[in-house]
């Protein structure tokens, strides 16, 4: 598929190399039109919980889905837990666990830009503990991935504010 167009307003596009560090890094992304974007989402809607996986270029940067409002995708695998609440976690440590990618590098194809193939990701085999033990994992995990994620925003304000303050400091601005 094309890459949609640049706008002016409308809907972030996320690409694998908006992925940085577990989270993506909206700052980097372009926005597409609203009518662009519903073309997108007829064939991939992330949602929170969901799980994206770069898988072409930048191969197996992972992303757990933590944000409330809309935004289309390109270039990156889409996994859709049947359960979020009890498979998110699970697979989104799954999918950067380095055992995983190192394996999943293995399997890439393409000589000039590596991926993965949708077959390759289709017809993984993903070992699944038993209920009770995913929901004694996830009760133990969610909590750490809740804690990562305020740190993580927290440190983009903290950035923000750096980025706007720095500058008028260096020009005499203002003093400390």
Known sequence: HDSPKASDTG???????????GFIDFSKCYLISYDDH????????PEKGDIIFSNIGTLGSTVLVDQDFEFSIKNVALFKPKNRDKYSAFL??????PWTLTY???QSLGTSQKFFSLKLLRGL???IPSISILTIFNDSVISLLQQRTLLH?????L???RDLLLPRLMNGEITV
């Open 125 to 127: 085999e993903i070992m």
């Open 92 to 97: 989104y440590l799954y999918f950067s666990d």
């Open 153 to 157: 925003n927290t440190n983009q304000k």
């Open 38 to 45: 519903k073309q997108v989402m007829q064939r991939s809607k």
């Open 11 to 21: 809907y972030y596009l996320v690409t694998g190399k908006h992925i940085v560090n």
């Open 159 to 161: 950035q923000e504010a």
């Open 104 to 106: 999943m590098q293995s």
